[in-house]
């Protein structure tokens, strides 16, 4: 079975900075991308940022504070976050997409079940 773990979250002021960390074990052959996806209170989960091995995108209300960095050899992926804002408070999930545990298996997604990130002074 495919585990995602995410670990980073916490309170920061605006203006500050988090990484947040994701890692994805199990029976792994292949992974198209991974990513990290938001959810605020009230509010549907929206795409954060994504990565793939040749691809990435942002969110355009994180672009150019936030920066995503993906190892594919090692099954995680990370996300720098600077000068946070108020309204980026919600909780992250990672995603990893298209989850292959062998070269013939059907590929699914999993999801991790969040960390909480609290922007406030």
């Known amino acids: 079975q495919v585990t995602i773990v995410e670990s980073g979250g916490g309170l920061v002021q605006p203006g500050g900075s988090l990484t947040l960390s994701c890692q994805a074990s199990?029976?792994?052959?292949?992974?198209?991308?991974m990513g990290w996806y938001r959810q605020a209170p009230g509010k549907q989960r929206e795409l954060v940022a994504f990565?793939?091995?040749?691809?990435?995108q942002y969110a355009e209300s994180v672009k150019g504070r936030f920066t995503i960095y993906r190892d594919n050899a090692k099954n995680t992926v990370s996300l720098q976050m600077n000068n946070l804002r108020s309204e980026d408070t919600a909780v992250y999930y990672c995603?990893?997409?298209?989850?292959?545990?062998?070269?013939?298996?059907?590929?699914?997604?999993?999801w991790g079940k969040g960390t909480l990130v609290t922007v406030s002074s």
């Open positions: 995603k990893a997409d298209r989850v292959r545990a062998n070269w013939a298996a059907a590929s699914m997604d999993y």
């Open positions: 199990g029976p792994i052959f292949g992974i198209y991308g």
């Open positions: 990565a793939t091995s040749d691809n990435t």
